[in-house]
């Protein structure tokens, strides 16, 4: 289990209302009496109350990731389940498995290969990191380091002698560490095209007004308590997603290996992320299988968060901060030049503070439309709150063309789904239907946004719950407070990570090639288009399959009575596991 989740983390917790179930086995010590001949046990965990007096001496419950995909009975944000999988002890155990797979090349051919291949355990390592967690970790260091900074302090510890490879049994290193602001890009300009219909739009495409994707918490909570929001979910992958594919696919395909071989982490700023790794609709069963979701190699292997740097570095009996700012190791390149052009790009850009700290999904659209209508305007219009707000294109004549909403934390989150929600015909002869078909006619579902930027966390995702907070032993210590910060002391904590999130280069900065017919926030869509093009046709799969996901409504039977024998319950649990979350 991540030994950083705790209660305390549980910020957009919802309401439990059920009890968590889950069957173990325990093994006696002694020989069991006649009563207790029956060793399977099953232990009630309540996630909102006192545990019940103990019926027997059974060891502490654990809830391990699998356990959670089995069961459709939890209505909280993943962050309220305890995960024993995904944590920094697995990175460190993979790494002491067996020594790295090395890339070799290129050749007189231009061709790679892979060293070490023989050894079933090798793998070739490589890892995303998030610009959220940098900036957390750039707040942390303090003395004004930028999240570019604290992103080479990152690849210092993935990439250097003195990182990771230091006291390591094999000395393993990382091979590449990419930036997911590559994949959040492409995501940007495949949403865009999805809500304004652009040439690389899915076949499937969502019901208006769309609503952003990229959220796990938010995805789990649709799929398990309101499926009725399901059609209007974004297909575009996550940028986490679209990053495990990309390098799973075009390195297996180029090096010719198996893509269990190829160990992807992902450093994220949320403790969902993790169960988003763990989709089964995020595998090869569906880019290299039959395109259905399945039990297969994972695009993304492991997830931990920006807490979890801090407790990797530690492990290994070093301070992270300790760390240079300066610039890594040269890596071996990408064995295919356009991937490596976009992967590894020279300078860095900065987030456009319009934007906000969430990626940019809503902000791109509105912005790729308005440069598309010269002379138009973006209008905002507050909200009930501050993580609720309305933005309207304005064209040059005064009409409105476009609108668009921002719904961040569960409380708004609630309210949003509400208008959503369809009407329920009456059951009295000739009666209306109602609910939300009383609202007036030309308001579909009572919204009429063209798309709807969805996020769990208030304050979007540089306030996940994986990030460093200003209670944080570390952070005390390091700033040196002598009480126990409060909530005040955490809002004033927030807006140093923004501002850590917004450092750096000038927005747009960066190469750009003047065959560029249109940027967009320092964005070509024709670019990213030609690159998407490419990586199809490098791997021989369907843009279709490797951009786009699916979702399924998630029903819950807890808490409803059924006699089974402990055979049928495991087989029952075993068939939970093959869908949703």
């Known amino acids: 289990m991540s030994a950083i989740l705790s209660v305390d983390d549980l910020n957009d917790f919802i309401s439990p209302g059920v009890a968590c179930i889950k069957p173990i086995e325990t093994l006696p010590t002694a020989a069991p009496a006649a009563s207790d001949a029956n060793s399977n046990l099953e232990v009630e965990v309540i996630l909102d109350g006192q545990q019940p007096e103990a019926k027997s001496n059974a060891p502490p419950a654990e809830i391990s990731l699998t356990d959670c995909l089995a069961c459709s009975g939890c209505v909280t944000s993943a962050e309220a389940v305890l995960v024993s999988l995904q944590?920094?002890?697995?990175?460190?155990?993979?790494?002491?498995?067996?020594?790295?797979?090395?890339?070799?090349?290129?050749?007189?051919?231009?061709?790679?290969?892979?060293?070490?291949?023989?050894?079933?355990?090798?793998?070739?390592?490589?890892?995303?990191?998030?610009?959220?967690?940098?900036?957390?970790?750039?707040?942390?260091?303090?003395?004004?380091?930028?999240?570019?900074?604290?992103?080479?302090?990152?690849?210092?510890?993935?990439?250097?002698?003195?990182?990771?490879?230091?006291?390591?049994?094999?000395?393993?290193?990382?091979?590449?560490?990419?930036?997911?602001?590559?994949?959040?890009?492409?995501?940007?300009?495949?949403?865009?095209?999805?809500?304004?219909?652009?040439?690389?739009?899915?076949?499937?495409?969502?019901a208006t007004p769309v609503l952003t994707a990229s959220c796990p918490g938010w995805v789990c909570y649709a799929e398990k308590t309101h499926p009725y929001v399901l059609p209007h979910l974004s297909r575009v992958k996550s940028p986490q997603a679209l990053m495990g594919t990309l390098l799973k696919t075009s390195l297996s395909r180029i090096l010719n290996i198996a893509p269990d071989r190829i160990w992807h982490l992902a450093v994220m700023p949320c403790f969902d992320k993790k169960?988003?790794?763990?989709?089964?609709?995020?595998?090869?069963?569906?880019?290299?299988?039959?395109?259905?979701?399945?039990?297969?190699?994972?695009?993304?292997?492991?997830?931990?968060?920006?807490?979890?740097?801090?407790?990797?570095?530690?492990?290994?009996?070093?301070?992270?901060?300790?760390?240079?700012?300066?610039?890594?190791?040269?890596?071996?390149?990408?064995?295919?030049?356009?991937?490596?052009?976009?992967?590894?790009?020279?300078?860095?850009?900065?987030?456009?503070?319009?934007?906000?700290?969430?990626?940019?999904?809503?902000?791109?659209?509105?912005?790729?439309?308005?440069?598309?209508?010269?002379?138009?305007?973006?209008?905002?219009?507050?909200?009930?709150?501050?993580?609720?707000?309305?933005?309207?294109?304005?064209?040059?004549?005064g009409e409105v063309m476009f609108k668009a909403a921002r719904f961040y934390g569960f409380r708004n989150i609630q309210n949003l789904v509400r208008k959503l929600k369809p009407a329920k015909a009456s059951r009295m002869p000739g009666g209306k239907p109602f609910g939300s078909a009383k609202r007036p006619a030309g308001k579909a579902n009572g919204l009429d946004y063209g798309y709807v930027e969805v996020m769990a966390c208030p304050g979007g995702c540089t306030n996940g719950g994986g990030q460093i907070k200003v209670d944080d032993q570390v952070v005390v210590?390091?700033?040196?407070?002598?009480?126990?910060?409060?909530?005040?002391?955490?809002?004033?904590?927030?807006?140093?990570?923004?501002?850590?999130?917004?450092?750096?280069?000038?927005?747009?900065?960066?190469?750009?090639?003047?065959?560029?017919?249109?940027?967009?926030?320092?964005?070509?869509?024709?670019?990213?288009?030609?690159?998407?093009?490419?990586w199809s046709t490098l791997t021989g799969i369907q843009l279709e399959r490797l951009a786009y996901t699916s979702y399924r409504e998630v029903v819950s039977d807890v808490g409803k009575e059924k006699k089974m024998t402990d055979t049928e319950r495991v087989v029952q649990l075993a068939g939970k596991i093959g869908g949703g979350w």
């Open 477 to 534: 210590d390091r700033k040196g407070l002598a009480v126990k910060p409060g909530p005040q002391e955490q809002k004033e904590w927030q807006k140093e990570v923004d501002e850590a999130y917004f450092s750096g280069d000038e927005p747009g900065s960066g190469a750009q090639d003047d065959s560029w017919d249109l940027v967009v926030d320092g964005i070509s869509p024709s670019h990213i288009r030609n690159v998407l093009t490419h």
């Open 87 to 206: 944590s920094h002890n697995e990175v460190l155990n993979m790494l002491d498995s067996a020594p790295a797979l090395k890339l070799v090349g290129p050749d007189a051919d231009g061709k790679y290969s892979v060293e070490g291949l023989e050894n079933s355990a090798a793998k070739l390592y490589v890892a995303s990191v998030s610009p959220q967690s940098r900036a957390s970790l750039a707040a942390a260091c303090g003395n004004g380091v930028t999240e570019p900074q604290a992103g080479r302090m990152i690849e210092q510890l993935f990439l250097g002698e003195q990182g990771l490879a230091r006291g390591g049994k094999w000395g393993n290193k990382f091979t590449w560490v990419v930036d997911t602001n590559t994949a959040r890009e492409t995501t940007l300009v495949l949403g865009s095209d999805e809500v304004l219909g652009g040439s690389i739009a899915p076949s499937d495409k969502a």
């Open 275 to 397: 169960l988003e790794a763990s989709r089964e609709e995020l595998t090869d069963a569906v880019w290299a299988g039959d395109g259905k979701p399945g039990r297969g190699v994972r695009d993304v292997d492991c997830v931990i968060t920006s807490k979890e740097v801090l407790m990797l570095a530690a492990s290994r009996g070093f301070d992270f901060f300790s760390l240079s700012t300066s610039v890594p190791p040269q890596t071996p390149r990408f064995p295919d030049q356009l991937l490596h052009d976009f992967l590894f790009r020279p300078g860095h850009r900065q987030q456009s503070r319009e934007a906000g700290t969430s990626g940019g999904n809503m902000h791109f659209i509105l912005r790729h439309l308005q440069a598309k209508n010269p002379g138009s305007q973006i209008q905002t219009v507050p909200g009930r709150n501050a993580d609720v707000v309305e933005y309207k294109l304005i064209a040059e004549a």
